[in-house]
């Protein structure tokens, strides 16, 4: 069949779109695994599907390039925001969506009916290492040594509704190939993990790269960026109640962190929509 998508993308981490409240493709795993290849379709980190939601104003459904499902993307729900305000016709500036690890708010900035700017309510972080999941004997991990493909690394973990490892240092100096993939598939972590190579720039100042679990290196990642700077408070290089800027290869997102939830606050852009045949 051939279906409608559009191309989006938060500061580079760019997804294919499609419009499901009024149909669902059979199976999406391939579909995000032929389309977003770079060379011979259309290309992107991955597929999300825009359905309908009992719940909130729309659901989001993230497949990975290698077709794995991901329960959230901070990148994604931005551009899902301004979707359903501009394309959809969703006129509220607050607007609520369902994914697999809960519903977000959404709060809008927009100027002569465009979407400027989307801050979401990611959420309290979950230190708990159960939970992430991480194989750590202790409850909590943070600044914890972790071996990895024969390197000691200082690592601190959390959920930001999917697993997250943060270690700090030179992420121009880090091997991104050889240790992205390795700390995705290491044996503490069993369903896999996100790993946020993360530099302190001054107070509230971040600069990191990201490899993600089944997409590999992102140009951003919403998510990731909530866990760098979560990490940052932990570690006394950001300052809690307080705008924290995380560069990524793509752009800067704006991190708050508060006792109860963590903010995200970015743009949400439109590339380019078309026609493929599923």
């Known amino acids: 069949m051939k279906a409608h998508f559009w191309k989006m993308h938060g500061i580079g981490n760019d997804y294919i779109y499609f419009d499901c ?6 199976d ?27 719940a909130a104003d729309a ?6 390039a290698d077709g794995s499902e991901g329960k959230m993307c901070g990148n994604a729900i931005r551009c899902i925001g301004r979707f359903l305000y501009e394309i959809k016709g969703i006129r509220k500036e607050t607007l609520t969506v369902e994914t697999e690890s809960g519903i977000k708010t959404l709060a809008l900035h927009t100027e002569g009916g465009r979407v400027l700017s989307v801050r979401v309510d990611m959420g309290a972080p979950d230190l708990c ?9 202790s409850e909590r991990v943070i600044r914890a040594p972790l071996e990895v493909d024969g390197v000691l690394f200082r690592v601190t973990c959390l959920s930001m509704g999917n697993p997250h490892c943060v270690t700090f240092l030179d992420p121009d100096a880090i091997d991104l190939a050889r240790f992205g993939p390795a700390f995705e598939h290491h044996p503490v972590f069993p ?7 993360v530099q302190p720039n ?3 100042r971040l600069t990191m790269r990201v490899w993600e679990r089944g997409s590999g290196e992102t140009w951003a990642c919403g998510t990731g960026a909530c866990a760098a ?13 307080e705008d924290i800027t995380v560069r990524l290869r793509g752009g800067e997102l704006v991190i708050r962190v508060t006792k109860d939830t963590v903010y995200m606050t970015g743009p ?4 380019f929509e078309g026609d493929v045949i599923l």
């Open 191 to 197: 369903d896999g993990v996100n790993v946020e190579f």
């Open 129 to 137: 290492a159960a939970h992430i999941p991480a194989l750590f004997q």
């Open 229 to 241: 700077a979560v990490a940052g408070c932990l570690e006394g290089c950001c300052r809690m109640d």
């Open 59 to 64: 659901r989001m459904r993230m497949f990975n």
């Open 28 to 54: 999406p795993s391939q579909i995000a695994k032929k389309l977003s290849d770079r060379h011979f379709s259309v290309g992107g980190d991955g597929v999300v599907l825009i359905c309908r939601s009992e």
């Open 268 to 271: 949400a852009e439109f590339a």
């Open 202 to 204: 001054g107070i509230n």
């Open 21 to 26: 409240f009024d149909w669902f493709p059979s």
